[in-house]
């Protein structure tokens, strides 16, 4: 059973807070100082968690809303694509890789848009998941590598976001495939 459309439940409540936590995060994460990097980390770690947490709650308590479903995605991209431009600024990520990313992002987002618009829905794939895992854990070892500064990192933190951006073309491919089916039908 779908709660109402509007209506804030504990899970879309985790969801705003993932927002906020995004922002505060950026906040720290630019500080040159050691313990802000630190406080950042920690942040993106607990918005991370809250990714997982939000969305199988809601699945388990049957309280799914369009609020939710709308802000949890949003609420990924904008702890994501903020801790990318965090570590673009800092010169640890390529601005090339953040721009893949970017563009990768919109152009799902506006195949979304335009299916929705005769009621079609795209539903996360495995592929979309799993990039999204990949992601935060590539950006969790970048972050890791500010505070430690350890030539393992900072290969384990290349190795990582290397595969993510793989995965973001994957994810990005598949759901332009599946959306484009969808649309033509």
């Not at 406080?39 to 969305?55: E, H, M, P, Q, R």
């Not at 990313?101 to 795209?122: E, K, Y």
């Amino acid at each position: 059973m779908k709660a109402p459309a509007t209506k804030i439940t504990g899970p879309t409540y985790l969801t705003i807070a993932r927002m906020i936590i995004s922002i505060v995060f950026l906040f720290f994460v630019l500080l040159p100082e050691t313990w802000a990097r630190i406080v950042a980390l920690a942040l993106f770690i607990v918005g991370a968690i809250t990714d997982k947490i939000d969305g199988n709650w809601a699945r388990k308590k049957k309280i799914v809303t369009d609020l939710g479903a709308f802000l949890d995605p949003l609420a990924d991209k904008m702890l994501i694509n903020l801790a990318f431009l965090a570590l673009v600024s800092l010169g640890i990520v390529p601005v090339w890789v953040f721009a893949i990313i970017l563009v990768r992002d919109f152009a799902v987002d506006g195949m979304r848009m335009m299916v929705a618009r005769n009621g079609i829905t795209i539903s996360a794939s495995f592929y979309g998941k799993l990039k999204t895992t990949v992601q935060m854990t590539a950006l969790i070892i970048l972050l890791l590598n500010l505070i430690v500064n350890i030539e393992f990192f900072t290969i384990l933190g290349s190795i990582a976001l290397y595969l993510a951006l793989i995965l973001t073309a994957i994810s990005g491919a598949d759901y332009l495939i599946r959306g484009w089916r969808k649309a033509i039908k």
